[in-house]
């Protein structure tokens, strides 16, 4: 089989998908999002002579711009293309409040969310939600851009900076955790590896921030919500993120359709590219 990687500057995630292809049998090739060309009976698929592709990453740029990716995953699943993860498990993923939509309808605990443009509405809501949030970039990855709030003066201001910048205010109640949390890796609904990831002085977890993992046996639960997270945002390769709070109850943070696996399967040995192009050579 001949897969397509889509991505940016290609890294180590996407040689780590050739050398699996390779192993397994098969060929595969990066190609820069910003490379493709698309057209209407004038101009030939942008992902001809491709049997798949995995999406690795999604390189930043306008709206129209990445508008236009999503579109040629579109066209190209409309055509036959093997697509994973699918565009519209994509377009949920990325953001974080279709995502937290999603998981609610599926009656799965995500810590409570607003919303907003206006920073006076914004600040309302900080107080409803125990004057303790944490503030994310509604589309953004491995902990970038998030913020612990606790203090109201300092709400306000970074509002009003977000409200005057044109930007959404996404801020969720702070969940007191134990300072660890669980990343799960589903592949096709069942789950290929599981670490537990622990902070360092940190609230937050990510590795990728300075935190530490080690390999993990999900419980029974712990499986459920994972895989129930993966079918909820329509993710046949899914990254979910899983956290307990200070009663025990398990919440849903985050579900990941480009997730990473460097930490993964430096913490369990589970060769997680050669699972997903397995996969990838089935789906569809």
């Given at each position: 089989?001949?897969?397509?990687?889509?991505?940016?500057?290609?890294?180590?995630?996407?040689?780590?998908?050739?050398?699996?292809?390779?192993?397994?049998?098969?060929?595969?090739?990066?190609?820069?999002?910003?490379?493709?060309?698309?057209?209407?009976?004038?101009?030939?698929?942008?992902?001809?002579?491709?049997?798949?592709?995995?999406?690795?990453?999604?390189?930043?740029?306008?709206?129209?711009?990445?508008?236009?990716?999503?579109?040629?995953?579109?066209?190209?699943?409309?055509?036959?293309?093997?697509?994973?993860?699918?565009?519209?498990?994509?377009e949920?993923?990325?953001?974080?409040?279709l995502?937290?939509?999603?998981?609610?309808?599926?009656?799965?605990?995500?810590?409570?969310?607003?919303?907003?443009?206006?920073?006076?509405?914004?600040?309302e809501?900080?107080?409803?939600?125990?004057?303790?949030?944490?503030?994310?970039?509604?589309?953004?990855?491995?902990?970038?851009?998030?913020?612990?709030?606790?203090?109201?003066?300092?709400?306000?201001?970074?509002?009003?900076?977000?409200?005057?910048?044109?930007?959404?205010?996404?801020?969720?109640?702070?969940?007191?955790?134990?300072?660890?949390?669980?990343?799960?890796?589903?592949?096709?609904?069942?789950i290929?590896?599981?670490?537990?990831?622990?902070?360092?002085?940190?609230?937050?977890?990510?590795?990728?921030?300075?935190?530490?993992?080690?390999?993990?046996?999900?419980?029974?639960?712990?499986?459920?919500?994972?895989?129930?997270?993966?079918?909820?945002?329509?993710?046949?390769?899914?990254?979910v993120?899983?956290?307990?709070?200070?009663?025990?109850?398990?919440?849903v943070?985050?579900?990941?359709?480009?997730?990473?696996?460097?930490?993964?399967?430096?913490?369990?040995?589970?060769?997680?590219?050669?699972?997903?192009?397995?996969?990838?050579?089935?789906?569809?």
């Open positions: 089989m001949n897969i397509a990687i889509l991505s940016g500057y290609g890294g180590w995630h996407v040689d780590d998908l050739i050398r699996a292809a390779g192993e397994l049998g098969h060929t595969a090739r990066n190609l820069d999002f910003r490379t493709l060309v698309a057209g209407v009976e004038t101009e030939p698929t942008p992902l001809a002579g491709f049997e798949a592709a995995i999406v690795r990453t999604m390189p930043s740029g306008s709206l129209e711009q990445v508008v236009f990716r999503v579109d040629v995953l579109h066209a190209a699943a409309a055509n036959g293309l093997r697509v994973v993860n699918p565009p519209r498990a994509i949920t993923c990325v953001d974080k409040y995502t937290n939509v999603r998981l609610a309808k599926a009656g799965l605990r995500t810590p409570p969310t607003h919303v907003s443009e206006k920073a006076e509405l914004a600040l809501a900080f107080h409803r939600l125990g004057g303790d949030v944490v503030l994310k970039p509604i589309f953004g990855s491995e902990g970038r851009g998030m913020v612990r709030l606790t203090d109201p003066e300092t709400a306000w201001r970074t509002f009003h900076v977000l409200e005057r910048t044109g930007q959404i205010v996404y801020q969720q109640k702070f969940i007191r955790h134990p300072g660890w949390d669980v990343r799960a890796f589903a592949i096709g609904g069942r290929v590896a599981a670490m537990k990831r622990s902070s360092h002085g940190d609230w937050r977890t990510n590795v990728a921030r300075g935190g530490s993992a080690e390999p993990m046996k999900l419980t029974a639960e712990q499986e459920s919500l994972t895989l129930r997270a993966a079918e909820a945002t329509g993710c046949p390769v899914a990254g993120d899983l956290l307990s709070g200070p009663d025990g109850e398990w919440y943070i985050e579900v990941n359709a480009v997730p990473g696996w460097r930490a993964l399967a430096a913490a369990t040995g589970v060769d997680v590219a050669k699972d997903v192009v397995r996969f990838v050579a089935t789906f569809g």
